[in-house]
């Protein structure tokens, strides 16, 4: 199979790309390596993904419509998988129009070449902060998400938006795919568990955000990747199959928008303590303020997600964070 992977230097693409090319399948990559966060770590996964003569890595900022063109016309993708984004909650404060460029405009750009040369199946990554400060939990894919907190969560909204009323009118089937806190080995330094591990281990102090009062549904890259994967042998149909009470599916399009998440919700204090475990060192807690556009909790609605592939995330915090801090400390050799 032909799949065309968006942001395969970033955390969740490289491993998807990882995943597809280990099961024989040929990998058109893009990815901008913006300076977001160090471009050497963007670099070194790219690096294992050259490793695989069936990788085609282009250098390729998704808002450069012509450039982008030219790598979709090459790529003759039977799927399409678009996970490169500007990322961050946070960031999203200070550096709004990286959202909307990258986000949005960058999104556009693709759904125009998937309108002109359709893909069996496109794949879109969106976030469960478009769910906002929702208390219904579990969060549910019919549920309310009109009211992110963040620009980060408006610009996936709005890409969730925009991407059904191209599947209405160009007949494409899309999977929207709302990720949960998701950790792992090669992670973003700007993630809590890369944080607190690399405070941890050199002594600093970690900020701890309304006084460890959060909770947070974490998703292991491995059960993340495993649910992509098996999402995209599974395209939608218009109408759907109403598979369960939370079935997302569209009446007018072939789309649906699907949870991955465990439904397991972490105490943040917990998660804390299993790095702890993880790296033989206690931290030095700073207790903090809410930040702005945070939220207190989340917990994915599984439902959906199993009824449509008969499978959830269920990797264990201890074994996931005793994965990340092992591959922390060969990385960087600490």
């Not at 300076?35 to 003569?53: I, S, V």
């Not at 419509?65 to 030219?70: Q, S």
């Not at 219904?136 to 992110?148: C, I, N, R």
């Not at 900020?207 to 992509?228: C, K, P, S, W």
Request: aromatic share 10%; with cysteine.
């Amino acid at each position: 199979m032909r799949c065309l992977v968006t942001g395969t230097a970033g955390f969740v693409g490289f491993h998807l790309a990882r995943r597809l090319l280990d099961a024989g399948h040929q990998v058109t990559g893009i990815d901008g390596l913006t300076p977001y966060y160090d471009p050497k770590l963007k670099q070194a996964r790219h690096a294992e993904l050259a490793r695989f003569g069936s990788f085609h890595p282009h250098i390729c900022m998704l808002e450069e419509a012509g450039r982008l063109g030219a790598v979709y016309e090459q790529a003759a993708a039977d799927v399409v998988l678009h996970l490169a984004a500007q990322a961050g909650v946070r960031y999203s404060l200070d550096n709004p129009r990286a959202y909307i460029d990258s986000n949005i405009v960058g999104s556009f750009n693709l759904l125009e070449l998937c309108r002109r040369s359709p893909p069996r199946h496109l794949l879109i990554a969106s976030t469960s902060s478009v769910y906002g400060d929702s208390t219904d939990f579990p969060l549910a894919e019919t549920g309310p998400s009109d009211h992110p907190l963040s620009l980060y969560a408006a610009s996936k909204k709005a890409v969730e938006a925009i991407a059904h009323s191209y599947a209405h009118v160009w007949d494409i089937p899309t999977t929207l795919f709302r990720f949960f806190t998701v950790y792992g080995p090669w992670g973003r330094p700007d993630m809590a568990h890369f944080k607190f591990a690399e405070r941890i281990l050199a002594g600093r102090p970690i900020d701890i955000y309304n006084h460890g009062q959060m909770e947070r549904d974490f998703t292991y890259i491995d059960d993340l990747v495993e649910a992509i994967v098996r999402l995209s042998d599974l395209s939608p149909i218009r109408g759907g199959a109403k598979a369960a009470a939370t079935d997302s599916s569209s009446r007018s399009a072939p789309y649906r928008i699907v949870n991955i998440g465990g439904g397991q919700p972490v105490k943040l204090l917990d998660f804390v303590e299993e790095i702890e475990r993880a790296t033989g060192r206690k931290a030095i807690r700073n207790y903090m303020d809410m930040q702005p556009a945070d939220v207190v909790r989340t917990e994915a609605s599984t439902d959906f997600l199993e009824a449509l592939i008969d499978y959830r995330p269920t990797t264990p915090l201890s074994v996931g964070i005793a994965e990340f801090v092992r591959w922390y400390r060969g990385y960087y050799q600490v």
